[in-house]
Structure formats: C-alpha cells, structure tokens
C-alpha cells in the first residue's frame, strides 16, 4: 500500500532535549517536504527537498534541521525543542513539487 | 512571492445543501491551483487540482472547482454536501518552474465546514 509514514503520532518532551520525527514514503517520490500546522494560521512549510542530498528552506525553518540521505526517507530534527515549537507536524511526498502531496499522518508534539 | 486567502474561517451548510468555498490567490501568472481536505486527526487528502485548459475541475467525492483568472479565484463547490463532508479544507497553490512541476505548495489557513441535519 502506498504511504508516507510518520513516526512517532505523539511526542511531550522538554526544552532543550534534541528529537527526531521519522518518514519515510514507499512510493520512490522525490519531493518531500514537512509542514507544521497551527490554529489559525494553516500548514506551513519547514524544509523540502527535491531529491537525495536536495534541501531548501520552506515558509519556518528556523529551528528545524533536515536529511535527505535516502530517497525514502526525510527526517525532521529538533536539535533544542522549545515551547513556541509545540504544534501538529506533517511529512508530504509526491512525484515532483507542485504535483499531488500524499500526507503522512501527523505527529503531535508537545514542548513543555 | 504567492499568497492565498481563504475568507471564511467556519461555514455551517444544512446536509443536502450546495456549497461553495471560496478560494483567492495572488501570483503573477497562472498557477497551479489544489483543494485540499483534511478529516479529524487525519492527514490532507487532495480533492483536485488546476494545472492549465478547461477552467472547470473535477475532483473526487462530487467536489468541482473553477479557475476564474479575472478573479484569480479557485472556489470549490458540491452541489450537495453529506454529513461526511465536515472537515477543514485547504486551498494551495503552487508556482510553476521552467523546467516542469512547481515549487513546493502555499497553503490557505484553511476553512472549517460545519454540517448542520
């Protein structure tokens, strides 16, 4: 079955402490991106990457690292979480940007 | 840089009502245009999607839209809604490249749709 997969679908941590939210796509997509979604103001796009080793700055990257070392895979790194961080998170993929995003299921992540 | 405004925040629509959801954009030429849905704790589903010709777009679960570039409008519409249909929905657009496909989408803030019985 096709999917992006997004692990884990809820996550507390604390200020300061580096995490990692994994995704990965089974569908050979080369366009990945991550998005943040917040009440009121919609998804937001963190990193994308057009391809292996290809990443670009979305709409907030500040605060977030990624990696494009696979093709399948595009994980998104909190080196130091804070609060202002807390927020729905989504990993996209699809053939090519601006082509149909398939969405993983979201990650909940709560900063304290 | 492209922008997009959804002007309704919440629309509350009587099951077997039409509906429409209204959809701005600002770019300088013609983007590609997306409604997105999203169902609670869920992630987006695309709806359908505008890339050039016929200005009239059909989608899946009876949804259409049109592209009206005097209006750089992309409103969706269902002719009539089920109580299925409540869920957020998200307008995106993206901006062609030269070489093929588009930058990485723009996203609405979104609209909540209500279902009244």
């Known amino acids: 079955e096709a999917q992006v997969t997004q692990n884990p679908r809820y996550l507390i941590t604390v200020t300061g402490k580096k995490l990692t939210v994994t995704c990965s796509q089974n569908m050979n997509h080369e366009y990945m991106s991550w998005y943040r979604q917040d009440p009121g103001l919609g998804l937001r796009q963190i990193y994308y990457s057009m391809n292996v080793e290809v990443t670009d700055k979305g709409d907030v990257p500040e605060g977030y690292k990624v990696s494009r070392k696979e093709k399948r895979n595009f994980p998104l790194i909190l080196e130091s979480p804070s609060p202002n961080q807390t927020s729905l998170y989504f990993c996209a993929s699809s053939w090519g940007a601006g082509e149909k995003l398939f969405f993983g299921s979201g990650t909940q992540l709560s900063v304290l | 840089a492209q922008s997009v405004t959804q002007p309704d925040i919440h629309i509350t629509v009587s099951e077997g009502a039409s509906l429409e959801l209204r959809c701005n954009y600002s770019y300088g030429a013609t983007p590609y245009l997306f409604w997105y849905v999203q169902s609670p704790g869920q992630g987006l589903q695309l709806l359908l999607k505008?890339?050039?010709?016929?200005?009239l777009v059909q989608g899946i679960k009876g949804f259409e839209a049109e592209f009206k570039r005097s209006q750089s409008s992309f409103n969706l519409r269902k002719p009539s809604v089920h109580w299925s249909d409540a869920a957020e929905y998200f307008c995106a657009v993206g901006v062609p490249r030269a070489g093929g496909g588009a930058d990485g989408l723009t996203f609405g803030k979104g609209t909540h749709l209500i279902i009244q019985p």
């Open positions: 505008y890339f050039s010709g016929d200005t």
